[in-house]
């Protein structure tokens, strides 16, 4: 009986374990265990083009505007690929709020930004205001299925990169599905835009934000190896 009991013990601390790497993951470690990868930051948006992205607050909670202004944050690392002078700008976000209350604004692209590979973490780079509103990604899986990861509270002065890590799917149809052996090919994950949740008690006044450089850590294994002669199920 002891012995019984000792492996219903010894099993139930291994699922624990793998129940918890799967979703309480360091997005600073996503893939380092894993030898069949090759992980990529990629840029996404660098908030170049006036008119790129839209916000919207409800008419009733307050009033929204955005424009690109000359900037960028000095702690923010370029990419090997970034060449000097295309990447000077960020974008503001400005909110006018009528009263306090559980307000809700977003900032979307114009376009999905669909993001090749399987994408293992998000990253963008915010001016915050040291106000406790909750910022989260908007997402749309392989299925078509809208998402929201959590990024960070804006608690914060100054530029700060936050960073999420996209959950993998478990059997490759519950959750966010980012490919699919019988639907073809084609960009698995894309990337909408993002929400801020106000903290009821700090949304009065006007509230200003600021974005850029919008990343995405992603695994290219699959198209880094795939056969020169070899056909694409994409059409």
Not at 12 to 20: C, G, L, M, R
Not at 157 to 181: F, R
Request: aromatic content about 12%; glycine content about 8%; some cysteine.
């Amino acid at each position: 009986m002891k012995k019984i009991i000792a492996l219903l013990l010894t099993a139930f601390t291994v699922f624990a374990v793998s129940a918890q790497s799967v979703y309480d993951q360091n997005p600073e470690t996503v893939g380092a265990d894993s030898a069949m990868m090759s992980l990529r930051e990629i840029s996404i948006d660098k908030f170049e083009r006036e008119g790129s992205w839209y916000v919207h607050i409800s008419s009733d909670d307050g009033v929204i505007t955005s424009r690109l202004f000359d900037g960028s944050p000095a702690m923010k690392e370029p990419l090997p690929e970034d060449s000097e002078g295309d990447d000077t700008q960020v974008l503001g976000v400005r909110v006018d709020f009528f009263r306090r209350g559980l307000d809700t604004f977003t900032i979307t692209s114009g376009r999905p930004l669909p993001v090749e590979g399987t994408v293992k973490t998000i990253s963008l780079w915010v001016c915050g205001r040291n106000q406790d509103h909750e910022m989260y990604v908007m997402v749309q899986d392989y299925f078509g299925r809208n998402y929201e990861l959590y990024m960070g509270s804006l608690g914060f002065s100054g530029w700060k990169k936050l960073t999420c890590v996209v959950p993998p799917s478990l059997d490759g149809e519950h959750g966010i599905v980012q490919s699919s052996a019988y639907y073809g090919d084609k960009p698995g994950l894309k990337i909408l835009g993002f929400k801020i949740d106000c903290n009821p008690m700090q949304a009065r006044g006007s509230y200003y934000v600021y974005l850029d450089d919008l990343r995405a850590v992603t695994d290219l294994y699959d198209m880094e190896n795939h056969d020169e002669d070899d056909m694409l199920d994409d059409w």
